[in-house]
């Protein structure tokens, strides 16, 4: 949900990165962190385990500039991807206004990919919301494997288990290098500011 | 759950409650924070440069975690969390609409008014939020 503050002009967005485990959701955040000026961003908090995997889930703030004279305040989830933590999932997706799916290539996952992205709708499902209805894009991660031995899916192929039925965006990244990861933000913020902005700000 | 829109009719009346209920009576620092995490008021001092954003944060994820714990045994929900610390206490209760009322305070102040004012408050927070 997102927080219209009129008294100080300040808009709250509450975006979730999403995706099965390992696929690079913190990695995303960390690049963005240590790329953004301090005036622009707040501390990175991060909550894992010894084995350097989101437990509870990793939050970043960022400033992104005025709109229509109010200061647009960004908060930037991630979950912890592995199966059994379902119900911690749910708990951070609550309120949430904007999505960003991070796709593993690796062909290994491609079921976890789909169990992935089928967990997400039906835990935002549980929430009141569609997620064809929400802003959504994804991104195909760790591009960098395709040249290596490892077999990777192709994006045709991702785009075809992941986003025949949503057709949004998608990106592909290597967030370990931030290749693809200020395009992915950028893309969800503006969505995500349109689809709140236009609830709130331009239809009175 | 619904978007909030906070005016600033809302906000200052909250803090004034807040004030003369909590902070008057040398609570630290009290927060109004909705079920996502977001700020809805922030009242008092920030203590030892007080990261209110990961707190709001921590909190609503730890009020989501706990009302599991509380399904567990046959509960709807805990109403209140509080975390007893060698200088510093925090108080955690659950208002109307999903809001939750933080309360940083430290030894000087009993846990007793703390409780019996942050209950007075969450009649008042409700009332003005419903205008």
Same mark, same amino acid.
């Given at each position: ?204 | ?117 942050? /209950? /007075? ?11």
């Amino acid at each position: 949900m997102a927080l219209i503050d009129l008294g100080k002009k300040e808009v709250h967005c509450k975006i979730v990165y999403y995706g099965a485990g390992r696929c690079g959701k913190t990695t995303n955040l960390l690049y963005i962190y240590n790329a953004m000026s301090d005036n622009d961003r707040g501390k990175m908090l991060t909550i894992d385990t010894k084995g350097d995997r989101t437990l509870f889930f990793d939050l970043l703030p960022l400033n992104l500039g005025k709109i229509s004279g109010f200061d647009i305040r960004i908060q930037l989830y991630t979950v912890p991807g592995q199966v059994m933590y379902e119900a911690t999932r749910k708990l951070v997706l609550k309120g949430v206004d904007g999505l960003v799916f991070v796709a593993d290539p690796l062909k290994v996952r491609q079921e976890r990919n789909i169990e992935s992205l089928n967990d997400l709708k039906r835990n935002v499902a549980d929430h009141g919301l569609d997620l064809a209805e929400m802003p959504l894009v994804l991104q195909y991660n760790k591009r960098d494997l395709v040249n290596t031995p490892v077999p990777t899916l192709t994006v045709e192929e991702l785009e075809y288990d992941l986003n025949r039925e949503y057709q949004v965006p998608g990106f592909e990244a290597i967030a370990t290098k931030g290749d693809g990861v200020f395009e992915t933000l950028k893309e969800i913020s503006k969505r995500t500011v349109n689809y709140v902005a236009n609830k709130h700000l331009f239809n009175g | 759950m619904a978007d909030t829109i906070l005016t600033a009719e809302i906000v200052s009346q909250v803090k004034d409650v807040i004030n003369e209920k909590l902070i008057n009576d040398n609570v630290q620092t009290v927060l109004v924070i909705d079920g996502a995490g977001n700020i809805l008021a922030h009242c008092g001092e920030d203590t030892n440069g007080l990261d209110a954003i990961s707190l709001a944060a921590l909190t609503a994820a730890n009020f989501g975690a706990t009302s599991q714990i509380a399904k567990l045994i046959g509960e709807n929900d805990f109403s209140l969390l509080y975390h007893k610390g060698e200088k510093a206490n925090i108080h955690f209760a659950r208002l109307s609409g999903e809001m939750i009322l933080v309360s940083i305070f430290g030894d000087d102040v009993s846990l007793g008014l703390v409780r019996v004012r942050v /209950e /007075e408050l969450a009649v008042l927070i409700q009332k003005i939020f419903e205008g």
